[in-house]
């Protein structure tokens, strides 16, 4: 379901919006294409920033499990 809505650009950012979309999109389906595409960004952004966070929580408890795995290992 399409909400209509109205909201304010500069002349710079409607002129790049209009040269970028000509010929393939209108302008709603750009703006909302682009919008979809930065929510995206921001969603990968969060996750991997969890992530970092959960590997540093863990971090020196899966360095001392590799350290004991590595003395196992015969030297060539």
Do not use: C, P
């Not at 040269?19 to 969603?43: C, H, M, P, T």
């Amino acid at each position: 379901m399409k909400l209509k809505t109205s909201i304010t650009l500069s002349k710079d950012i409607m002129a790049q919006i209009d040269a970028w979309s000509s010929g393939e999109k209108n302008r709603s389906a750009f703006i909302e294409a682009a919008v979809a595409a930065y929510i995206d960004q921001l969603r990968r952004g969060a996750r991997n920033r969890s992530d970092l966070h959960i590997l540093n929580e863990n971090a020196q408890r899966i360095n001392r499990e590799m350290d004991d795995v590595l003395q196992y290992q015969e030297r060539l």
